[in-house]
């Protein structure tokens, strides 16, 4: 499992999880696609952006391997914001590639890419 060397543990102050320490020895989760509900409660949603930020800083719209990426983290922006890059696309695999979708992500996450030279 490749680790991703300087990409924000957690969201500060919060127990959201953005990476993992260790391989599952049973093998990676799956991601699965999340639905986002409008009702979900402000540090959800702070905690989305937050991710999809160091996302961006990280590897903006570069393909990347999943590596030590939290996929229950993953999973709300998987299908949508962060797609797989090549195919065929294993959603249990450590070194499965996604890609940033800048279009997509540009309408959920404006703020990022506001200040930015996105």
Same mark, same amino acid.
């Given at each position: 499992?490749?680790?991703h060397?300087?990409?924000?543990?957690?969201?500060?102050g919060?127990?959201?999880?953005?990476?993992?320490?260790?391989?599952?020895?049973?093998?990676?989760?799956?991601?699965?696609?999340?639905?986002?509900?409008?009702?979900?409660k /402000? *540090? &959800?949603?702070? #905690?989305?952006?937050?991710?999809?930020?160091?996302?961006?800083?990280?590897?903006? =719209?570069?393909? %990347?391997?999943r590596?030590?990426?939290?996929?229950?983290?993953?999973?709300w922006?998987f299908?949508?914001?962060?797609?797989?890059?090549?195919?065929?696309?294993? /959603? *249990? &695999?450590?070194? #499965?590639t996604?890609?940033?979708?800048?279009?997509?992500?540009r309408?959920?996450? =404006?703020?990022? %890419?506001?200040?930015?030279?996105?």
């Amino acid at each position: 499992m490749l680790k991703h060397r300087g990409f924000p543990g957690r969201l500060p102050g919060t127990d959201f999880q953005f990476t993992l320490r260790r391989a599952n020895p049973r093998g990676a989760t799956p991601l699965t696609e999340r639905e986002r509900y409008r009702d979900r409660k /402000p *540090a &959800d949603r702070r #905690a989305d952006a937050a991710f999809f930020e160091a996302l961006w800083a990280h590897f903006g =719209p570069d393909p %990347f391997v999943r590596g030590n990426l939290d996929a229950g983290r993953l999973s709300w922006l998987f299908g949508r914001e962060v797609i797989p890059a090549i195919g065929p696309f294993d /959603p *249990a &695999d450590y070194d #499965a590639t996604l890609v940033i979708d800048v279009r997509v992500a540009r309408q959920s996450f =404006p703020e990022v %890419f506001e200040g930015g030279s996105a």
